[in-house]
């Protein structure tokens, strides 16, 4: 079985970065043996919730004719950036022999390298939450909290293109409220899709992906390495970069369900708390309640290598981590 070399293993916080790059032993607690990275805490909490908002959303980016103004800055396309994901099982984990940068952590179980998993269908976010999607959220529920988050981003260096990057800088239970607030608009507006009224009327809510439904969406039916395919390549993903680009500014023609952005740009929290495999989805919603877990993201940022930008990579953090590499995808789940 193939083996990584010692200084993969021994890993460490790189310059400027507030997490740990997965790794094959970490040594933290027993349960903790096999997390990937952690995270530093950041200091502000959310302030008082009123009821009119007080500040403007984020000046649109040159993208932004791609989104709905009137629409709480949804995609403008016939599922409002959604995209649904076929039932059926996919391949989960790694496999060495076929992709040498994998790490212990993605292993399935001690005989066995990768599983399978049967998943209902689901939808998925094209993209990756924008700053202007979150901003709407704010808006009709926290003008303070707005009034701090848009300053947060004119002292920033995206300038006109703020509106388009993926928010970061949020806690996990800030994005659920926002996927919470999102479910209630696309119940009531009379403009949602037929497609997607009929999954929230039929017990969908709106929310992150589970682990499972994260990986699925990046590495499709085949199996792939990457979202793109099997190979290594710079040309399809934000990674090894200096910074976050605009949603969906790089074409992957060939990346799986259509998605962007499921490798690089900003990781991606998801309801998954971290647990050893093999998956199981009835341990995974009942994990829900621990409020002491690490909580999976995936895919890599920006300033990730190759190597952390792989579909089954799997990364954790403190639910109350705020992090200007870390954002969020939503999914339209019955799970």
Request: hydrophobic share 45%; net charge negative.
């Amino acid at each position: 079985m193939a083996g990584k070399p010692a200084s993969d293993q021994d890993r460490v916080a790189k310059q400027n970065q507030d997490y740990q790059a997965p790794g094959r032993a970490v040594g933290i607690a027993a349960m903790l043996s096999l997390v990937a990275f952690t995270a530093a805490f950041m200091t502000y909490q959310s302030t008082l919730l009123v009821e009119e908002p007080a500040v403007s959303l984020p000046a649109a980016g040159s993208g932004s004719s791609r989104f709905l103004a009137n629409q709480a800055y949804l995609a403008a396309d016939d599922l409002l950036g959604f995209v649904e994901i076929p039932a059926g099982e996919f391949t989960m984990g790694s496999n060495p022999l076929r992709d040498r940068m994998a790490y212990e952590n993605e292993r399935w179980s001690a005989n066995q390298r990768q599983g399978r998993v049967q998943l209902p269908s689901y939808f998925i976010g094209r993209f990756e939450v924008t700053n202007a999607q979150f901003a709407a959220f704010l808006e009709a529920t926290n003008a303070a909290m707005l009034a701090q988050f848009t300053e947060r981003l004119a002292e920033g260096s995206a300038g006109e293109a703020s509106a388009d990057l993926p928010v970061t800088g949020i806690t996990l239970p800030q994005m659920l409220s926002y996927a919470r607030w999102l479910d209630a608009q696309l119940r009531e507006s009379a403009s949602t899709p037929a497609a997607l009224r009929e999954a929230l009327e039929s017990g969908a809510r709106v929310t992150l992906p589970n682990e499972a439904e994260w990986e699925k969406a990046a590495r499709g039916a085949d199996g792939r390495v990457f979202p793109w395919g099997m190979d290594p390549s710079q040309a399809f993903a934000n990674f090894g970069t200096s910074g976050l680009q605009p949603v969906g500014a790089i074409a992957c023609d060939t990346c799986s369900y259509g998605l962007a952005d499921m490798a690089g740009n900003a990781w991606e929290l998801t309801r998954s708390p971290l647990r050893d495999y093999p998956f199981e989805l009835e341990l995974d919603a009942t994990s829900l309640l621990s409020a002491d877990s690490l909580w999976v993201m995936r895919g890599g940022s920006y300033s990730d290598g190759i190597n952390n930008v792989r579909t089954a990579v799997r990364g954790a953090v403190d639910p109350s981590v705020r992090n200007q590499t870390i954002g969020f995808r939503l999914a339209i789940s019955h799970l």
